[in-house]
C-alpha cells in the first residue's frame, strides 16, 4: 500500500508553527517581590516617613517589580513577635531596636548595652562603625541580612517622681524590655525593683502605677506623650538605642542579583537620614516636653560621675551575661583606642 505524504504535511507544517510560536511568544511577566515590614515606628512619625520614603525608592527602582508593605504602630506585636513572625515567613523584614535585634543575635549588646559607657556619640558612632561588620555576618549565618544600622540617640529616665542618685532610681518600680529575662534578673540582683513589659504597654502602665521610671529616648517619650505621667526626666545619657532594618535573607535572594545593590544603597541612605533625624528630632523633643511642663533635672558632675562608678560595677556582670564577651572586650578595646587617640590629637 502506498503511503500518501501529502497528507501528514499539515501536520508537519502546524507542529512546525507551535514551536516557532512558543519560541516568539512574550514569557510571563516575573512576579513581583513582595516584602512584608513591621516596625514599632508610630504613624506619621519621621521614622515612619522614611520608610514610606524607602518604599516608593524601591518601587521606583525596581520598575515595581519590588514592593515593600509596611506594618507601623506595632500592629504585628512587640518585637519578640515580629522576629518569630519573621523567622515563619509571615513577614519577610522589621525595622528593630537592638531589643529585637539580640533575638537573632546577641552581640548586637555591644553596641549599646554598657550603661554610661559612651561619653559622646561620636564615641557610638567610632565603636557601631567597627563592630557592625562582625555583627551583620552572625546575624547573615542566622538568615537575615542587615540592610542599614541607625540609632535615636540617648536613652533617658523618665519618672513619675523626682530623683537624682542611683539610690533614688531604687526605690522606683522601673520599666524594662519583656522577653530579656537576663537583664530583668541583672537588675533585679542590684537591688532595683524591674517590671518587664512590652513597649506597648508602657502608657497604660504608667497610668496604673505599675511602673514609675521608664528609659527611653525623648523622641519616644514625646510622641507616645508618656511625659504626661511621667513629669520629671534625667538628663543623663544612660546609654544609646541602636536599631537596624532586616529581611530575611530567603526574601532577599528572591530580588534579582543586579537589583540588590541598588536597594541596599538606598536603605543605607535612609538609615543615615534616619539617625541623623532622630538624633536631631530627640533633643527638640526635650524642649517640645519642657514647654508642656517637663522638669529636666540636670546633674553636676560629680553626681554624673557618681553614676558612671555604680554603672561600671555592673560590667564584669554584663560580660557574657548580656554582652558576649568577645564583642564586650572588642567594644572596649575600642573606646580605649578612640579615647587614646583624641588624648593624641593636638588642640586647635
Known amino acids: 500500500m502506498r503511503r500518501n505524504r501529502g497528507a501528514f504535511a499539515p501536520l508537519k507544517w502546524l507542529a512546525l508553527g507551535c514551536i516557532l510560536g512558543g519560541l516568539a511568544a512574550p514569557r510571563p511577566a516575573r512576579a513581583a517581590v513582595r516584602i512584608k515590614l513591621a516596625t514599632l515606628a508610630q504613624t506619621g512619625t519621621s521614622f515612619h516617613k522614611s520608610l514610606l520614603k524607602l518604599r516608593d525608592e524601591w518601587r521606583r527602582l525596581s520598575n515595581g517589580s519590588v514592593q515593600l508593605i509596611i506594618y507601623p504602630d506595632g500592629k504585628l506585636g512587640g518585637e519578640a513577635k515580629t522576629v518569630a513572625l519573621m523567622r515563619l515567613n509571615a513577614i519577610q523584614a522589621s525595622m528593630l531596636t537592638a531589643v529585637g535585634l539580640t533575638e537573632i543575635e546577641k552581640g548586637v549588646e555591644g553596641l549599646q548595652s554598657f550603661p554610661m559607657g559612651f561619653r559622646d556619640l561620636e564615641e557610638v558612632d567610632y565603636v557601631g562603625e567597627r563592630l557592625r561588620p562582625l555583627l551583620e555576618k552572625r546575624i547573615e549565618a542566622k538568615g537575615f541580612t542587615v540592610l542599614f544600622w541607625s540609632d535615636t540617640g540617648w536613652v533617658r529616665f523618665f519618672t513619675t517622681k523626682p530623683i537624682r542618685l542611683p539610690e533614688e532610681l531604687k526605690r522606683l518600680k522601673l520599666f524594662t524590655w519583656a522577653g530579656d529575662p537576663k ?19 508602657i502608657v497604660t502602665a504608667l497610668e496604673t502605677g505599675m511602673i514609675e521610671a521608664v528609659p527611653v529616648p525623648p523622641i519616644f517619650a514625646l510622641a507616645s506623650q508618656l511625659d504626661r505621667k511621667a513629669k520629671y526626666m534625667l538628663d543623663l545619657n544612660w546609654a544609646p538605642l541602636v536599631g ?83 564583642i564586650f572586650d572588642e567594644a572596649m578595646r575600642l573606646l580605649r583606642e578612640r579615647r587614646r587617640g583624641q588624648a593624641a590629637s593636638p588642640v586647635s
Open 244 to 326: 537596624a532594618l532586616v529581611v530575611r535573607e530567603s526574601a532577599w535572594r528572591r530580588i534579582p542579583t543586579g537589583l540588590r545593590p541598588k536597594l541596599r544603597e538606598a536603605a543605607e541612605r535612609i538609615g543615615r537620614e534616619i539617625k541623623i533625624q532622630a538624633r536631631k528630632e530627640s533633643e527638640e523633643a526635650v524642649r517640645a516636653m519642657e514647654r508642656r511642663g517637663l522638669t529636666v533635672i540636670r546633674l553636676p558632675e560629680p553626681i554624673v560621675e557618681q553614676w558612671r562608678r555604680e554603672a561600671q560595677k555592673v560590667y564584669p556582670e554584663i560580660r557574657g551575661r548580656i554582652v558576649p564577651a568577645d
Open 183 to 201: 537583664t530583668v534578673q541583672l537588675y533585679k540582683m542590684h537591688g532595683f525593683n524591674a517590671i518587664p513589659l512590652e513597649t506597648a504597654d
